[in-house]
């Protein structure tokens, strides 16, 4: 059996990841595919238990803290969900993945990126995504379409412009030099 293929999306808030993952699925069901949908944090039932401290919660995280929250969730996340999957043929989209730690916690706010990359390497069993696609949009409008969507919800979308701004530019930056 051929390995399925794993798709992540990446962007700041309100840049229609969900939209876009919907589109893609539709794409590869109409042709045939296998597909599971997922998201981080979360996509496994310990990776969900992890996502209201990080998402939700109110207290301020310690930035290495948050990061390795964040890796744990990853690793049961990708071992017990993704991995699975794609070792069944099934194709993976994931709605935000390693990047989005790479550009929020490392490029943004400063964690040690090789820390950073080593950690994942450790955790990742050898998955690496085969295709990222970053969405980017102008950052007033995307976070319009939050406020829109759902007023604000989470603790990343209640933070400023000037953090949105080094987000949007962090997710350009990566897509320009990988």
């Known amino acids: 059996m051929q390995r399925g293929r794993f798709i992540t999306l990446e962007g700041g808030e309100g840049t229609g990841k969900s939209t876009q993952v ?4 539709d794409f590869f069901v109409e042709k045939g595919l296998d597909v599971l949908v997922t998201r981080e ?3 496994s039932e310990g990776a969900e238990m992890i996502r209201p401290l990080l998402v939700s919660g109110h207290y301020p995280w310690e930035l290495c803290a948050e990061y390795l929250l964040f890796s744990a969730a990853r690793s049961d996340h990708l071992s017990k969900v993704i991995l699975p999957a794609l070792e069944s043929g099934t194709w993976v989209i994931c709605d935000r993945f390693f990047d ?3 550009v929020y916690q490392g490029i943004v706010q ?3 990126v090789e820390f950073m990359r080593t950690v994942y ?3 990742s069993r050898g998955v690496y995504p085969d295709l990222t696609i970053v969405l980017d949009v102008q950052t007033q409008q995307a976070l319009a379409r939050v406020t829109a969507r759902h ?7 209640q933070k400023g412009m000037a953090f949105h701004e080094a987000v949007r530019s962090g997710f350009l930056d990566l ?4």
């Open 151 to 157: 007023g604000i919800e989470n603790r990343f979308e």
């Open 175 to 178: 897509a320009n030099h990988e």
């Open 22 to 25: 919907q589109r893609l699925v």
């Open 41 to 43: 944090p979360g996509g």
């Open 110 to 112: 400063g964690l040690d």
């Open 121 to 123: 390497n450790g955790l």
């Open 100 to 102: 989005s730690s790479f």
